[in-house]
């Protein structure tokens, strides 16, 4: 995803409520997985809450940000790291774009989405968008390629850090 500075700044102006350190892990344009995964001694895994074929309508979140509408595969899992809170994912792909590689999802088991899919260079981050609860801090990131789209909903904890990433390391170009 390009860095164009007025539209993310426009984006990122709802995360002013969290602390430096937050915004930077939360607005980092690394694979998350990957930076979870690259820190020493993390023990890093994801767990699979649950997977199923569902209804966008039954997907709360992801839903009433977007327009999305039809059956797609519901993925839910957690990310655990040794030196950091849990983080979740919802990941929501619409049916009629499970081609190729996507169509063995339901093998994926505790494998990680976004080294599977998206470490190839079919899926381009198209759009970010930021919520900020009471708790949590939602980023939804839009992934697309010629023939669809992956919807990923990624959930901090509001007192989730990084110390490893600066501004500059957290504003590189990723694909």
Known sequence: MKYIYLENWKREKKLASLNYSTKL???????????????????FRVIVREQYLAHSRNINHIHNLLNIQGIGVYRSVMLEAKNFKNVYA????????????????????????????????????????????????????????????IYVDEIFPKDFTNDSINLFQARRKRR
Do not use: C, Q, W
């Open 90 to 149: 919802k990941t929501f792909l619409p049916a009629k774009t499970l081609k190729g590689k996507e169509r063995y999802i339901r093998i994926l088991g505790s494998k990680s989405l976004g080294s599977y899919f998206l470490s190839t260079k079919r899926f381009r981050k198209k759009d970010v968008f930021y919520t900020v609860g009471d708790e949590m801090v939602h980023r939804l990131i839009i992934y697309k390629n010629k023939s669809g789209a």
């Open 25 to 43: 892990a939360v607005i980092d344009n690394e694979s998350l997985t990957k930076r979870l995964s690259k820190e020493k001694d993390s023990n």
